[in-house]
């Protein structure tokens, strides 16, 4: 039998209006400060730009508290869908979208190498091997993001997927 694997995404795809390169966390999931772990198991981003001149966009995964301008307090909430496994309601977890860089969650944590994408239409479908997927404890409200770094004007549209542990 298949784990329960959920999902979150964008819901939309968002266009950052930042006139210089400046860090915004455009997908992050969270579970509850006392709950159950999370793993990371596979994400997907991908811009729609047009422009082939443009500047590669820096994307980074990260693990954090969201201590601070956490998931609610900035950005759109998302809802968490379960996408495989037997049916088991997505309770105490949360997901958001598109914080504006001025509130950018704090206590990160990367994980793996940074990496850049051009904003001309570049797309990544990522899924972690098995055993190499990143997660997190029990406590402390812990959870994934993902962040770019866009050098111009570009819209994109993210989803990442996980199980609990």
């Given at each position: 039998m298949a784990q329960a694997l959920y999902a979150v995404d964008t819901g939309t795809t968002f266009t950052n209006s930042l006139a210089t390169p400046a860090v915004q966390t455009i997908l992050a999931f969270a579970s509850s400060a006392t709950d159950h772990g999370l793993q990371l198991k596979k994400y997907r981003i991908g811009f729609n730009g047009v422009t082939a001149s443009n500047t590669p966009v820096l994307c980074?995964?990260?693990?954090?508290?969201?201590?601070?301008?956490?998931?609610?307090?900035?950005?759109?909430?998302?809802?968490?869908?379960?996408?495989?496994?037997?049916?088991?309601?997505?309770?105490?977890?949360?997901?958001?979208?598109?914080w504006p860089a001025s509130t950018e969650p704090t206590v990160k944590t990367y994980i793996g190498e940074e990496f850049s994408l051009t904003p001309n239409g570049g797309t990544i479908l990522y899924d972690f091997p098995l055993g190499d997927e990143p997660d997190t404890f029990n406590s402390g409200g812990m959870g994934f993001g993902f962040e770019i770094t866009p050098a111009q004007v570009v819209g994109f549209s993210a989803a990442m997927f996980f199980t609990r542990i």
């Amino acid at each position: 039998m298949a784990q329960a694997l959920y999902a979150v995404d964008t819901g939309t795809t968002f266009t950052n209006s930042l006139a210089t390169p400046a860090v915004q966390t455009i997908l992050a999931f969270a579970s509850s400060a006392t709950d159950h772990g999370l793993q990371l198991k596979k994400y997907r981003i991908g811009f729609n730009g047009v422009t082939a001149s443009n500047t590669p966009v820096l994307c980074r995964i990260y693990s954090c508290t969201f201590a601070s301008n956490g998931i609610g307090s900035a950005g759109s909430s998302q809802t968490i869908k379960q996408v495989a496994g037997r049916a088991i309601a997505a309770t105490n977890m949360t997901a958001g979208s598109n914080w504006p860089a001025s509130t950018e969650p704090t206590v990160k944590t990367y994980i793996g190498e940074e990496f850049s994408l051009t904003p001309n239409g570049g797309t990544i479908l990522y899924d972690f091997p098995l055993g190499d997927e990143p997660d997190t404890f029990n406590s402390g409200g812990m959870g994934f993001g993902f962040e770019i770094t866009p050098a111009q004007v570009v819209g994109f549209s993210a989803a990442m997927f996980f199980t609990r542990i």
